[in-house]
Every structure is written in structure tokens, then in C-alpha cells.
């Protein structure tokens, strides 16, 4: 069973930045994609970014690119999602997935794991 266990939310305000992580307890991390979606209340689930096996191709929403990078780091079976110049639009609960295989893009299904999520609220 896989585990994926988000932090880093909380509370900015606009124009600052926040680093989420989020761990993986999986043996494969390393051959899996991965993905971050946010959510508010009301409203289906959001891509954000994904990030293939080795990193080597991110993926981003129009809504986010240019302000928010997705990296990974297999030795700690991490994955992060940098985000800077925040806005409050970008307030919701932020969800790590991991891709069902070494590539995906932003379609929900394409993940088969799921974190608890983290709140990231942008507020002045």
C-alpha cells in the first residue's frame, strides 16, 4: 500500500511563496509519475502540475505556469511544488497523486494514489 503524506500549506499572503512536499512510503516511487491538483469547496478537483519517473518532463496548468515549479526527489521519494507570486485565487487544498505510470498529464485518472491534502490559503 502507498502513502502520501502532503505539507508545507498554510496561510500568505498574496505575492509570497510556499514550498509544499510530499512523501511517498512506496518502494517504487521512482518508476511513477507524479502530481500535484487543488480543490475548493463546491468544486471538482483541479490539475496543477505533474512530473514524469526522472523528472525530466513537467507538465503545468495554464493558471499556474510560470509561477509554480514541480521537482522530485527519488532518493527521499519526495516530491515538491514551489510556488511563488501567489494569489488568492490560488486558495484551496492542494493534493499529491501519484501517476499510475512513468508519465501522465492532467487527467484525474491517470493517478492511482492519493494524499490527505494541505491547505493553502492566500489571504492579506
Known amino acids: 500500500q502507498v502513502q502520501l503524506v502532503e505539507s508545507g500549506g498554510g496561510l500568505v499572503q498574496p505575492g509570497g511563496s510556499l514550498r509544499l512536499s510530499c512523501a511517498s512510503s512506496?518502494?517504487?516511487?521512482?518508476?511513477?509519475?507524479m502530481g500535484w491538483f487543488r480543490q475548493t469547496p463546491g468544486k471538482e478537483r483541479e490539475f496543477v502540475a505533474a512530473i514524469s519517473w526522472h523528472g525530466g518532463r513537467t507538465y503545468y496548468a495554464d493558471s499556474v505556469k510560470g509561477r509554480f515549479t514541480i521537482s522530485r526527489d527519488n532518493a527521499k521519494s519526495s516530491v515538491y511544488l514551489q510556488m511563488n507570486s501567489l494569489k488568492p485565487e490560488d486558495t484551496a487544498v492542494y493534493y499529491c497523486?501519484?501517476?499510475?505510470?512513468?508519465?501522465?498529464?492532467?487527467?484525474?485518472?491517470?493517478?492511482?494514489?492519493w494524499g490527505q491534502g494541505t491547505q493553502v490559503t492566500v489571504s492579506s
Open positions: 512506496g518502494r517504487t516511487f521512482s518508476s511513477h509519475s
Open positions: 497523486g501519484r501517476g499510475r505510470g512513468s508519465y501522465s498529464s492532467g487527467d484525474e485518472y491517470e493517478y492511482d494514489y
